[in-house]
């Protein structure tokens, strides 16, 4: 395959950035995007050229590290995988792909198509956490009876992987679909319920201290999600969070 990736390439966080244009050659379709991405840094480094910087780690679409926007969407033109489950098949000899890194205030640029996405940890650390003493004294997980439909939906909420697709799609860069689902985790378990109240107060006031904008419930976060979380997470949120209102 034949293509010409048109990438933003950015020195720092000081630095404007902009669009470069690169033709690439000898691409096979069954490459992943981001085996794609090495060849050309390859190629790059043999000339002296910087190479471009973009974020990566397992490469099994376990860790969301590989946060890319390409061609207009978060992680690419396929549905349920991230950018390195994406292969170069989805894509046409002779076709243009435009890649840019994920666009947010909360998601400001490091270099070229990395961002900073700690803004998600300190939200987690702001009341992503339980009580329950693991020092030895732990009790066995079948001691406390959980209805099956509940830890169903508390698993399909612990799948989400912060990888920031879902305010990457917002028009508003609303990041209610993450802690939504790391809410719903603990809100649907009885170990939750300890900090029930302070965790959603807590989740919530940080994500809008980070600068996160407001959902207003267009759908297009649960569609470009990789792991399909439900915007079910969202009005289960929102019920916690007046419930808890109301308590304080």
Request: proline residues 4%; negative net charge.
């Amino acid at each position: 395959m034949k293509l010409t990736l048109k990438i933003w390439r950015q020195k720092n966080a000081q630095d404007k950035g902009g669009i470069v244009e690169y033709p690439i050659d000898g691409i096979e379709p069954d490459m992943s995007f981001l085996e794609m991405l090495d060849v050309l840094n390859e190629g790059l480094i043999n000339k002296g050229d910087e190479p471009v910087a973009f974020d990566h780690d397992c490469r099994e679409g376990i860790c969301g590290m590989c946060s890319l926007f390409i061609n207009g969407e978060a992680h690419g033109p396929d549905r349920g995988v991230t950018t390195c489950q994406l292969h170069m098949r989805m894509f046409k000899d002779g076709d243009t792909i435009f890649i840019e890194p994920f666009r947010a205030k909360a998601f400001p640029v490091i270099k070229d198509l990395v961002v900073d996405r700690s803004s998600f940890d300190r939200i987690q650390h702001a009341g992503g956490f339980i009580s329950v003493n693991t020092s030895g004294n732990t009790i066995d997980a079948n001691t406390i009876p959980v209805p099956k439909a509940d830890a169903d939906k508390s698993f399909d909420a612990a799948a989400c992987i912060g990888c920031g697709a879902c305010v990457a799609t917002c028009k508003n860069s609303s990041a209610m679909l993450f802690v939504s689902a790391k809410v719903s985790q603990y809100a649907l378990l009885p170990q939750g319920k300890v900090e029930a109240t302070d965790r959603v107060l807590n989740m919530v006031h940080q994500m809008d201290l980070e600068g996160f904008g407001n959902c207003t419930n267009t759908g297009a976060c649960e569609i470009e999600c990789p792991k399909g979380i439900s915007l079910e997470n969202i009005a289960r949120m929102n019920r916690e969070y007046l419930a808890a209102s109301l308590k304080g």
